[in-house]
């Protein structure tokens, strides 16, 4: 989900960055027969390129606080777990990356041009929101595994529902959810710490239908 999210900022920032080089610096546009300072519903265009980043952002972190609210209710999972140590020093690096580079690009783009102010304001809330969800969230991530569906809350929200699970299998460091349809999904082992795995194995195997979900290759987990 944070991958999809960023995936599409990116190529709203790349119009938008344009946009604001061309206004800043006030260039001509030949096929309109103007220049960037003077171009008509320039406001209007950075308002609607900030309202769709805003969309995106908005809703990744609406995402991110629910799936934490939900995690820390232990009473609705048969397993829980926090996320283990080596995640965790990853969601701390790559978050506070994130958070620097977007509050970068947002100040960025207002030194290029003031009138971007829209858009910067987006990835400098976006910033600050970042870091306000790894502080509080980082003691509190973690991994739910339920009847109906796992759920690891961190940097990144993952949901798999075992609802058309057909088969689960383990590679490497990645289990394999194969469903109707041939759609898969996986699951970072690492996540869950290594002296959880066998307990989490033991209780998906009790929450998955055997006569429906063929579940191979997990025996090391087991040993």
């Known amino acids: ?104 690009v947002g100040i960025a783009l207002f030194i290029v041009s003031s009138e971007s102010i829209l858009c910067s304001m987006v990835f400098l809330v976006s910033s600050i929101d970042n870091l306000i969800f790894l502080i509080i969230g980082l003691p509190r991530f973690g991994v739910g595994l339920s009847k109906k569906a796992i759920i690891i809350a961190d940097r990144e929200v993952i949901v798999l529902y075992f609802s058309g699970l057909r088969k689960v299998s383990l590679s490497q460091q990645t289990l394999f959810f194969d469903y109707i349809q041939a759609l898969q999904l996986t699951f970072p082992v690492d996540c869950i710490p290594e002296e959880n795995r066998k307990e989490f194995l033991y209780n998906l195997e009790a929450v998955t239908d055997k006569d429906r979900v063929f579940i191979e290759n997990l025996g090391e987990w087991k040993t």
């Open 1 to 104: 989900m944070n991958r999809l999210t960023n995936s599409f900022l990116l190529v709203l920032f790349f119009p938008t960055l344009a946009l604001a080089i061309f206004v800043g610096f006030d260039f001509p546009i030949e096929f309109i027969r103007n220049s960037g300072a003077n171009l008509p519903y320039k406001e209007y265009i950075f308002a609607f390129l900030a309202l769709l980043m805003a969309i995106l952002a908005v809703n990744r972190s609406i995402r991110r606080w629910v799936a934490l609210f939900t995690i820390r209710q232990t009473d609705g999972f048969v397993f829980h777990t926090k996320v283990s140590n080596e995640r965790k020093k990853r969601v701390l690096v790559y978050t506070l990356l994130e958070a620097g580079i977007i509050a970068i």
